[in-house]
T-cell receptor, first 111, second 116 residues
Framework: ELKVEQNPLFLSMQEGKNYTIYCNYSTTSDRLYWYRQDPGKSLESLFVLLSNGAVKQEGRLMASLDTKARLSTLHITAAVHDLSATYFCAVDSGTASKLTFGTGTRLQVTL | EPEVTQTPSHQVTQMGQEVILRCVPISNHLYFYWYRQILGQKVEFLVSFYNNEISEKSEIFDDQFSVERPDGSNFTLKIRSTKLEDSAMYFC??????????????FGPGTRLTVT
């Protein structure tokens, strides 16, 4: 059974600081997704990483994928309050198969 | 831009009642999914549906749950006799146009189900 773990579960950081969220998964997969969720809202797709070594950046967020280590990272650069949300990684089991989500990381950026 | 829609946005029901959650997937998609998220927890897969049949289901998706695509546009999740622990946000997703390549899942806004 595919397991996806994230750490940390909760992250409080000051504006302007950098930090990294880690996502480990237990079986081989070449596709990993990062989502953002605001309280009571749906899942907003941030990044889709489709191959080993993939790196994508959007604004202050950068995601990377190492399929050999079964590890993805979401790096936050110079955090701002608007980034406060819960971030989930998810892995799929094959084309058009289910997504298995990580536990989520609740990010709180303080002024 | 096409999007997945869900109705209602919030449903309150009494324990033991039947509920039907409705979803309209993106029109040219072929694969449909239901996920749920209990408050404060991670998103969990319930069921996937393709070619008018269930392709995969989780252990959560027991005999109390069923899915249907009653017409060419709607995709429904029915819970026959709701329990308190069914209270959660339910997300519908769709993917796959049939062209070769990977299929990203697009999520709807969710239906918050409250069982009292």
């Amino acid at each position: 059974e595919l397991k996806v773990e994230q750490n940390p579960l909760f992250l409080s950081m000051q504006e302007g600081k950098n930090y990294t969220i880690y996502c480990n998964y237990s079986t081989t997969s070449d596709r990993l997704y990062w989502y953002r969720q605001d309280p009571g809202k749906s899942l907003e797709s941030l990044f889709v990483l489709l191959s080993n070594g993939a790196v994508k950046q959007e604004g202050r967020l950068m995601a990377s994928l190492d399929t050999k280590a079964r590890l993805s990272t979401l790096h936050i650069t110079a955090a701002v309050h608007d980034l406060s949300a819960t971030y989930f990684c998810a892995v799929d089991s094959g084309t058009a198969s289910k997504l298995t989500f990580g536990t989520g990381t609740r990010l709180q950026v303080t002024l | 831009e096409p999007e997945v829609t869900q109705t209602p946005s919030h449903q309150v029901t009494q324990m033991g009642q039947e509920v039907i959650l409705r979803c309209v997937p993106i029109s040219n998609h072929l694969y449909f999914y239901w996920y749920r998220q209990i408050l404060g927890q991670k998103v969990e897969f319930l069921v996937s549906f393709y070619n008018n049949e269930i392709s995969e289901k989780s252990e959560i998706f027991d005999d109390q749950f069923s899915v249907e695509r009653p017409d060419g546009s709607n995709f429904t999740l029915k819970i026959r006799s709701t329990k308190l622990e069914d209270s959660a946000m339910y997300f519908c997703a769709s993917s796959g146009t049939g062209q070769i390549g990977f299929y990203e899942q697009y999520f709807g806004p969710g239906t918050r189900l409250t069982v009292t």
